[in-house]
């Protein structure tokens, strides 16, 4: 299949929104990562998207609406803590979580009661939504389990040859995923940290709680390794190096580091020299995927502080953490 790459213009818009109301796919830029989307009420659509991902049908997917409103076609009824969440964050990086309309096809949230909708807060996101005049399904645009692509050269790299067309719209802003959160329990629960932070909506939802940890089957996103680069990741954990583990060469490894260089490795990748977690959750994706393409024996990750994006960051990375490092003034230490 020929991949078109259109320009993130009028035209280009259209054509993407012409493929879509066709039931093709189209990989398009939101405020977070790049998207796969097609028309969220044609099962053929959708199905196509789960090929080209190679995405198990276990895991839902993501509606995105390019107004509040369009929630209604979507959600059986919208509670007014949904309504207050909306005006809040929406557009933005919050994905809201209700029991869904039976004109919502199964193979959307994999045969769950519930759908998962967002309103994206980027312009080219939103116009493709509207020419479309349909709600767009889309998880991220990349192969499952690989990482999110922030960028449109990383969706040609991923799923170019597999999908319809790519609107290319460069660097996502947010660089991070949305959060989720599940309005169908009381109190409402987080199930993937992401681009809204916590704090800002516990200033709402008072009594929010963190949902299963990785490793539980809750929401399939948070299963323990999910965003995977191809070198083996290790998070590194500060203190003497262990009696036991598997000494690596400093110059053969990668480092993500958080806001300071640090000398002796093969690649630094510095995510915030000012120390902005914001920063630091934009650059996330791009960053580790630039180390992975270094043929680096192994990447060691810096752990960021857990607040504000922090903790999506610190989520993502123990996702794709392979286990933990220790460094010492010569060697790392591979441990577990
Ligand atoms: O920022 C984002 O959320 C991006 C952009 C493209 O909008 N999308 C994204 O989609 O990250 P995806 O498919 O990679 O992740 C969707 C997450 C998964 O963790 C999935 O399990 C969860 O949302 N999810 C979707 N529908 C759900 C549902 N009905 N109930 C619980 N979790 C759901
Ligand atoms: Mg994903």
Redesign the pocket.
């Known amino acids: 299949m020929e991949t078109r790459v259109l320009a993130p213009d009028k035209e280009g818009i259209i054509a993407a929104a012409d493929v879509i109301r066709r039931r093709g796919t189209v990989a398009f830029p939101?405020e977070?990562?790049y998207?796969l989307g097609a028309d969220a009420f044609s099962a053929r659509a959708v199905a196509r998207v789960f090929a080209a991902k190679e995405r198990p049908r276990f895991?839902?997917?993501?509606v995105?609406v390019a107004s509040p409103e369009d929630v209604q076609t979507l959600w059986t009824s919208v509670p007014p803590l949904a309504r207050t969440l909306m005006e809040r964050f929406w557009p933005g990086?919050l994905?809201l979580?209700l029991p869904r309309r039976r004109r919502v096809p199964g193979i959307v949230?994999a045969g769950?009661p519930?759908?998962?909708v967002?309103m994206?807060d980027h312009p080219v996101a939103l116009a493709l939504i509207r020419a479309a005049e349909r709600p767009v399904a889309?998880?991220?645009a990349n192969r499952f389990g690989r990482l999110?692509p922030t960028h449109h050269d990383a969706v040609v790299d991923q799923l170019g040859g597999r999908i319809d067309a790519i609107v290319a719209g460069g660097a996502t802003p947010v660089g991070i995923?949305?959060t989720?959160v599940?309005l169908v329990e009381d109190p409402p629960v987080v199930?993937?940290p992401?681009g809204a932070p916590l704090e800002a909506l516990r200033e709402v939802v008072p009594g929010l709680r963190m949902g299963a940890p990785a490793g539980s089957a809750a929401?399939?996103?948070?299963l323990p390794r999910h965003y995977v680069p191809v070198t083996p990741l290790l998070l590194l954990e500060r203190g003497p190096a262990p009696d036991e583990g598997e000494p690596l060469d400093r110059l053969a490894c990668g480092f993500l580091a958080f806001r300071e260089e640090w000398s002796g490795f093969g690649r630094v990748e510095v995510l915030s020299p000012r120390g902005d977690l914001v920063e630091a959750g934009a650059r996330l994706f791009a960053a580790l995927d630039r180390l992975d393409r270094a043929g680096l024996a192994a990447i060691v990750a810096e752990p960021v502080p857990e607040e504000g994006l922090g903790v999506a960051v610190m989520d993502r990375l123990r996702r794709a953490a392979s286990g933990r490092a220790h460094v010492g003034p010569e060697e790392v230490w591979r441990v577990r």
């Not at 895991?59 to 993501?62: H, K, R, T």
């Not at 929401?219 to 948070?222: H, K, L, M, T």
């Open positions: 939101t977070t990562v998207g895991d839902p997917i993501i995105h990086p994905t979580v949230t769950l519930t759908v998962a967002r994206p889309a998880p991220s999110s995923e949305s989720v599940s199930l993937r992401g929401s399939p996103g948070a």
